[in-house]
């Protein structure tokens, strides 16, 4: 598409950018590579000026390097973790404008100059792991998994075949097959993936419960078939409406479920819904049980919720993308009773298990199904004839090709601390300790607010 004058001087007015590029005229690789040979940056006397090649050199480089991990380490690991800091140096969104330099220039920048765009960056910038943040469902600054994120980073690895990712590949099952084993999964049996947040989680499951109630939809889409029904408690996370639409399921077949006083899931409305579907000629293919809604923190009756999925024959999904945290402690997890009944299961380990973000799980009970309902068998990559065991060539199982690894921060703190330790370690955060005891009361208030509100005594 053509820039228009007008459209260009806006990216202009935004970037910094000089308008001396015309963007209708071509080079030819020749006089392409003559721009390159001659256009490179300009040394400022006694200053280190950045380069164009990405690639690490250790005399250009290795001093920068170092010299950013120590104002890293310095401000935004110990600074930004101490009481004495602030969670935060707030400031208009205009007035940051002002003050941080966000320009991209044509010219390249020195080394200094990047130094202090770090510092700025970490003084501007809400340090989630403060001991006092607690606006999210996240928090804290594992020291095992920022070296695990870091490691992540410097190999820049990406997850589809075992011949491009073999240490990771085999992590995942590793990882995902504990995880499962915590649920209650015979012996870990399943399946699972790693997932681009707990949001994408939920429409992966969607997507994997409707392939299982008509595989055929996988190859001739949605035409003619039965409207399906899915239900869901009115305190769900948005992103089960949402992935509900970007389906094709259709936000208006999420039947919202009613909760009571302490914010569960209502039993018998969840069946009168249930039988509406039913006299409306519609399908009840699904629930999903929410352990840890996002405001009130509460935990769905999954034992209840498995009787009922059971008895209409429905696809149970759990998404215990904040709540699944609590199945390593001995004290809490109780609350998850019934949770080994779930086709399904979301768990964030980036929330309560204070996992670096982002790192979010899909587990389900169901061997084989994600391939099932999202290969593609790209023959190109995905050939069956490779020379090792090409069961760990996971990435069709994906809708995505290329991925991050979120495992190997995950793994790293768990081997660092043991399983032992694991069943208790987060539970001995302070910064967790005050968040859950903050959630806890901000919900109960809430609960009572609610409750008041509704029996019409606002005075």
């Not at 190999?155 to 590949?169: A, G, Q, R």
């Not at 099952?173 to 399943?190: D, Q």
């Not at 405001?295 to 904040?322: S, T």
């Amino acid at each position: 598409m053509k820039l228009t004058g007008e459209l260009w001087s806006s990216i202009h007015s935004f970037s910094c950018l000089p308008i001396t590029a015309n963007y209708d005229a071509g080079v030819s690789s020749e006089e392409d590579e003559n721009i390159f040979k001659n256009d490179k940056p300009k040394k400022i006397p006694g200053k280190k000026t950045a380069t164009y090649e990405s690639i690490p050199e250790k005399e250009h480089h290795e001093k920068f390097l170092r010299e950013c991990l120590e104002i890293i380490l310095k401000d935004a690991v110990f600074q930004g973790t101490s009481r004495e800091s602030k969670v935060l140096e707030w400031h208009d969104p205009n007035e940051l404008f002002k003050i941080f330099d966000f320009c991209l220039r044509e010219t390249a920048s020195t080394h200094d100059d990047l130094k202090k765009l770090v510092k700025d960056t970490i003084r501007y910038s809400v340090k989630t792991g403060h001991p006092y943040f607690v606006n999210q469902l996240y928090c804290s600054l594992d020291p095992y998994g920022l070296v695990g994120q870091w490691l992540t980073d410097a190999l820049n690895p990406s997850v589809y075949t075992y011949e491009v990712s073999p240490v990771f590949s085999l992590m995942e099952e590793i990882v995902l097959k504990e995880m499962r084993t915590l649920l209650g999964f015979p012996a870990g049996k399943g399946d699972g993936i790693f997932c681009p947040g707990g949001s994408m989680s939920n429409g992966y499951a969607i997507s994997c419960a409707r392939h299982k109630f008509n595989p055929s939809i996988k190859e001739n889409g949605l035409h003619g078939l039965p409207r399906l029904v899915l239900y869901t408690s009115e305190d769900a996370h948005y992103s089960v409406k949402k992935l509900a639409s970007f389906i094709g399921l259709g936000s208006n077949n999420v039947y919202p479920i009613k909760t009571d006083g302490r914010g569960r899931m209502c039993m018998q409305h969840l069946k009168e819904q249930i039988e509406k579907t039913l006299s409306e000629d519609a399908i009840p293919f699904m629930v999903s049980a929410t352990a840890g809604t996002t405001v009130f923190g509460a935990f769905d009756p999954l034992e209840a919720i498995a009787d009922i999925c059971q008895e209409y024959k429905m696809w149970m999904h759990v998404d215990a993308a904040w709540g699944g945290g609590v199945l390593m402690s001995r004290k809490y997890r109780h609350l998850l009773q019934g949770i080994h009944r779930a086709d399904s299961v979301v768990w964030n380990p980036h929330k309560l298990l204070t996992v670096p973000q982002q790192c979010s799980t899909l587990l389900l009970r169901h061997e084989g199904l994600l391939s099932e309902a999202n290969s593609s068998n790209a023959a190109y990559l995905f050939q069956k004839d490779k020379f090792y065991n090409t069961q760990y060539d996971t990435g069709d199982k994906h809708v995505q090709c290329g991925r991050r690894v979120d495992v190997l921060k995950f793994w790293f703190m768990w081997k660092a601390k043991g399983n032992a330790t694991a069943l208790r370690w987060f539970w001995r955060t302070p910064s967790l300790q005050i968040f859950v005891s903050g959630m806890c009361l901000l919900a109960f208030a809430m609960l009572k607010m609610i409750q008041i509100i509704k029996s019409g005594c606002t005075k």
